[in-house]
C-alpha cells in the first residue's frame, strides 16, 4: 500500500482517506505459526503537517492458525487499530526509541507497517472448538498421556484385601 507523497501534500490540511485490500502473504513463509491469510482490508487517514505524516488506520482480516491442543487448523478473525508517525526531513534519523519513521524516496509505503502490526496480533495459542478435532487428537505419546479430571477410583491391593475385610468386620461389631 503506496501512497506518492505528492498526494498527501495536497490534501493540505485535510485528511487524506485511504481504503484498500492488501495481500501479505509473505507472512506464511517466515517463522511463525500463521498457516494461511486472506488479504487484509486496510482503512484509514493520514495527515500531514510540516515534515510530519501521521497515519491512522484499521486492519482486519482472518489468519489460520494451528490448535494448541490437536494442531488443527483454526480460523482467528483480527481488528487492528494502529497509528504510525513518519517524518519527511532528511535530516532525521530514527533512534532506538523512537516511535517515528524516516521517508526515504517520493514514496510512503506502508505495507511492512501493516505486516509488523499484524504479527504483533498473532496469538500465543488458539483452540479449536470442534468436538470432532479434540477426538481424533492423539491420546497418549512417549512420554506422556492425556489425564481426565474425572476422580481415580481407589484400588484396593490384592495383598491388602484381607486387612481390609478384617477391618470392616472389626467395625460392624
Not at 30 to 48: C, E, F, Y
Request: net charge negative; aromatic share 6%.
Amino acid at each position: 500500500m503506496k501512497f506518492p507523497l505528492q498526494k498527501l501534500k495536497q490534501a493540505g490540511d485535510e485528511p487524506f482517506y485511504f481504503e484498500d485490500d492488501v495481500d501479505i502473504r509473505e507472512l506464511e513463509k517466515l517463522n511463525n505459526d500463521i498457516r494461511r491469510i486472506s488479504p487484509v482490508h486496510v482503512k484509514g487517514q493520514a495527515m500531514t503537517r510540516g515534515n510530519d505524516i501521521t497515519v491512522t488506520f484499521s486492519i482486519d482480516g482472518e489468519m489460520v492458525l494451528p490448535c494448541a491442543r490437536t494442531l488443527v487448523d483454526v480460523t482467528y478473525p483480527f481488528h487492528i487499530e494502529a497509528l504510525e508517525a513518519f517524518n519527511l526531513s532528511p535530516y532525521h534519523t530514527e533512534e532506538d526509541d523512537s516511535e517515528v519513521h524516516s521517508v526515504n524516496g517520493e514514496v510512503l509505503d506502508l505495507t511492512p507497517y501493516i505486516k509488523e502490526n499484524v504479527q504483533l496480533e498473532i496469538p500465543t495459542r488458539v483452540f479449536s472448538n470442534d468436538d470432532e478435532a479434540h477426538e481424533a487428537a492423539p491420546q497418549e505419546g512417549k512420554g506422556w498421556q492425556v489425564v481426565t479430571e474425572e476422580p481415580e477410583e481407589k484400588k484396593v491391593d490384592p495383598r491388602m484385601a484381607k486387612l481390609q475385610s478384617l477391618l470392616n468386620e472389626e467395625e460392624n461389631e
